[in-house]
């Protein structure tokens, strides 16, 4: 597979296709892509789905992806590394931090743009359309300005994906904060069963291995081993549907230990088969 490399912290420029000329790919950098007009289809992760005007897509190094054109469209990239966070004083907080860490870290198992908001899309484009402007711009204040519209942008996006993250009620900002990143190291490595382990889980969280499933079960209303089931099958639902990928490569993708475990579980918990779902 094909992969791209940048060179910038930041990297602003449209592109207007009738055709997709870009093999399937990955990057070295973070990327935000926006539909200025346009509709067709995205594959992202093995997963084809449409995509229309309006749409924002946040990708990671991890993710790859291309695009199929239906009728013309306008493309806003933004691309950006973790040394852009460097740039600005306030990025240093503790609390911008996790912020940060919150948006770059959320996975896309469940492929699809990440805002929904008619109006929240309007503000990222109208952001991004500014950003092409003074990104060209030699003056002196266009750094900043530049940092300043791409904080606002990611404002958005953080209260858009924070929605993503399964609801936690009546719970402490730090401890939601912990929960948050919890479920989303569990999405992010669902594949990798040896990183699931509540010894695992313990290390990489500070608490305490007998109090992992316990944890999970009083902020979440699961304990772990059911959270975990729920996220391969939720995960292989949407690649069995959206995919075309072998049920065997499926089941190995999203950490079942075979296609025949899968249909298993699926048969336990859906009552179906998954050859049915596609």
Same mark, same amino acid.
């Given at each position: +597979?094909?992969? =791209?490399?940048?060179? =910038? ?30 509709? #067709?289809?995205?594959? *992202?992760?093995?997963? $084809?789905?449409? =995509? ?17 054109? #239906?009728?013309?469209? /306008?493309?806003?990239?933004? &691309? ?46 109208? *952001? ?13 204040? /266009? ?5 300043? %519209?791409? $904080? /606002? +942008?990611?404002?958005? +996006? ?5 929605? &993503?993250?399964?609801?936690?009620? &009546?719970?402490? %900002? ?5 929960? @948050?990143? %919890? ?7 669902? #594949? ?10 313990? !290390? ?11 944890? %999970?079960?009083?902020?979440? #209303? ?20 959206? /995919? @075309?990928?072998? +049920? $065997?490569?499926?089941? !190995? &993708? ?20 998954? $050859?049915?779902?596609?």
């Amino acid at each position: +597979m094909h992969r =791209y490399f940048s060179r =910038y912290a930041l990297n602003i420029f449209r592109i207007d296709m009738d055709e997709w000329d870009y093999p399937t790919h990955s990057h070295n950098f973070f990327e935000i892509v926006i539909i200025r007009e346009g509709s #067709g289809k995205h594959r *992202l992760n093995d997963v $084809s789905f449409d =995509y229309a005007e309006g749409d924002v897509f946040l990708l990671t190094p991890e993710d790859h992806h291309d695009f199929v054109i #239906g009728t013309p469209t /306008s493309f806003i990239f933004i &691309k950006f590394t973790e040394q852009l966070f460097e740039e600005k004083e306030e990025w240093q907080d503790k609390l911008w931090k996790k912020r940060i860490q919150q948006v770059i870290t959320m996975p896309n198992t469940i492929p699809e743009s990440i805002i929904k908001d008619e109006s929240d899309q309007k503000s990222i484009r109208d *952001l991004a359309e500014i950003m092409l402007k003074e990104f060209d711009v030699t003056s002196t204040l /266009s750094r900043p300005l530049l940092l300043n %519209l791409f $904080s /606002s +942008m990611f404002i958005i +996006m953080l209260r858009n994906l924070v929605g &993503k993250i399964a609801t936690i009620s &009546k719970v402490k %900002l730090d401890e939601r904060q912990k929960v @948050s990143e %919890l479920l989303t190291y569990i999405r992010q490595n669902i #594949g990798a069963r040896d990183k699931l382990t509540q010894k695992q889980l313990a !290390e990489e969280f500070s608490i305490s291995q007998n109090y992992v499933s316990i944890y %999970l079960r009083k902020h979440t #209303g699961m304990r772990l081993q059911n959270l975990i089931t729920e996220t391969r099958l939720k995960t292989a639902e949407r690649l069995i549907k959206q /995919s @075309s990928l072998p +049920m $065997s490569q499926i089941a !190995e &993708k999203v950490g079942f230990t075979d296609g025949s475990h899968m249909n298993k579980m699926f048969q336990k918990y859906r009552k179906v088969n998954p $050859s049915e779902l596609r």
